[in-house]
C-alpha cells in the first residue's frame, strides 16, 4: 500500500468515526431523557429504606419506648442517649432521649433491636446542613404522633400477658406446625 492511499485511508476511519458519534449524539437529543433531576424529581423510596429516625406511639397514643436502653446498647456508633423515668401506673418512658445523627451511619441496629418497635427507619434523607450541633435531635423532635411501620402494634398486649388457650392462640401468634412437613 502506498503511503498516499493509506493517508486517505485513514481519514476516510477518521471521519466515519466522527459521523458514527454525531449519529449516536443526534439520536438521543431527540429521546425522551432518562435522567431524573434532583430535587425536581424524587423517588418515592421503599418504606424500609433508612433514613431518618422518629419515636412512634402504640394505637392508643401512648409514647411506645419504655426507655429499656436496648437501641443505645446496640448503636455501634453510641449516638444514642436516653434517662428512663416511671409514668404513675407503671409504665416506664423516656424522660428524655436524645439521637446524634452527626454520628448515625443509618445502620438499622436500633430498630432491630427494639422491642416496641418504638424507634423506626424513615425514608426520609434529606436533612443535611453546616451546623453539626443542629444533628443533635431531641425528643421531642423525634417522637411523631402514629405507629409508623406498623400502626396496630401495641406491646403491652403481648408483654406480661398470661396465655390462656393453648400454643397458637395468643395474640397474633400463629398456630403451631409439624416442623416435618418443612423437611425437604
Ligand atoms: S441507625 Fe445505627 S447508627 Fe443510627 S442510631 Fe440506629 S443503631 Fe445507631
Ligand atoms: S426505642 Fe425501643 S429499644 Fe430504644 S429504649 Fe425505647 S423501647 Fe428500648
Not at 433491636?113 to 426520609?124: D, G
Not at 392462640?169 to 416442623?179: A, Q, T
Request: charged letters at 25%; aromatic letters at 10%.
Amino acid at each position: 500500500m502506498s503511503e498516499k492511499s493509506g493517508f486517505w485511508r485513514e481519514i476516510a476511519r477518521g471521519a466515519a468515526g466522527l459521523a458514527g458519534s454525531y449519529r449516536e449524539t443526534l439520536r438521543h437529543v431527540f429521546e425522551a431523557p432518562i435522567t431524573e433531576q434532583y430535587p425536581e424529581y424524587k423517588r418515592v423510596l421503599p418504606e424500609r429504606s433508612r433514613g431518618r429516625i422518629i419515636l412512634t406511639r402504640s394505637p392508643d397514643g401512648q409514647e411506645r419506648c419504655v426507655a429499656c436502653y436496648l437501641c443505645s446498647g446496640a448503636c455501634p456508633v453510641n449516638c444514642i442517649s436516653m434517662q428512663s423515668a416511671e409514668g404513675p401506673g407503671g409504665r416506664r418512658y423516656a424522660a428524655w432521649f436524645r439521637i446524634n445523627f452527626a454520628r448515625c451511619i443509618y445502620c438499622g441496629l436500633c430498630e432491630e433491636a427494639c422491642p416496641t418497635l418504638a424507634i423506626q427507619l424513615t425514608p426520609e434523607f434529606a436533612f443535611s446542613g453546616p451546623d453539626l450541633a443542629a444533628f443533635v435531635f431531641e425528643k421531642e423532635d423525634l417522637l411523631v404522633d402514629h405507629g409508623g411501620k406498623d400502626s396496630e402494634y401495641d406491646f403491652y398486649k403481648h408483654a406480661g400477658v398470661a396465655v390462656e388457650g393453648g400454643k397458637g392462640s395468643h395474640l397474633d401468634e400463629d398456630e403451631p406446625i409439624d416442623v416435618r412437613t418443612l423437611l425437604p
